[in-house]
């Protein structure tokens, strides 16, 4: 087997076992955070089939967006828990900053090891290559279809507010 397959098959099963732990959780907040660990999986299966683009909408929409609205909605719902919760391994938080601080330096040290690269050019008129790919989307959305772009951003920023004032005068 090569490579792209052994990933594919270990992220398609890390998949398969979170989605099936949404369905096992008890608690509402833990379910949401397996199904973020889905939507990560596919993501990386999305990535190992050449599809980065769909990886990435997949994690900024998907994984990003809806899933800190779900994260929001459980607990403005403020759902009572079976039973208090007491914390067994108080010594690991402080091993958080230590570790969060190595992530960091080994960031650093690979991204400084890594070669530069520039971006492809976009190939001659009527290329069929290039169609689909991360680099001819961000070209034609920020050239060709700016206007709708904006149009479709500012709508949504008229959702929020229209959201937020709704929620204010039902508090009042």
Avoid: C, H
Avoid at 67 to 92: A, T, Y
């Amino acid at each position: 087997m090569r490579g792209e397959t052994i990933l594919f098959v270990v992220f398609a099963v890390l998949a398969l076992v979170t989605a099936l732990n949404v369905l096992v959780q008890r608690n509402p907040l833990y379910s949401a955070l397996s199904l973020i660990g889905t939507l990560a999986s596919l993501s990386a299966v999305y990535m190992t089939l050449r599809a980065q683009f769909i990886a990435a909408v997949q994690i900024v929409v998907y994984a990003g967006a809806i899933m800190v609205l779900f994260v929001f909605v459980i607990m403005l719902l403020n759902v009572p828990k079976d039973q208090p919760q007491v914390e067994k391994q108080k010594g690991l938080r402080y091993l958080a900053i230590p570790f969060a601080g190595l992530l960091i330096a080994e960031t650093f040290t690979v991204l400084q090891r890594l070669p530069a690269r520039s971006m492809p050019p976009l190939p001659a008129s009527g290329g069929d290559q290039a169609v689909g790919t991360t680099w001819s989307i961000g070209t034609a959305l920020f050239t060709d279809y700016l206007l709708p772009f904006e149009v479709t951003s500012v709508l949504i920023l008229m959702a929020v507010v229209g959201a937020m004032v709704l929620a204010r005068r039902e508090n009042d």
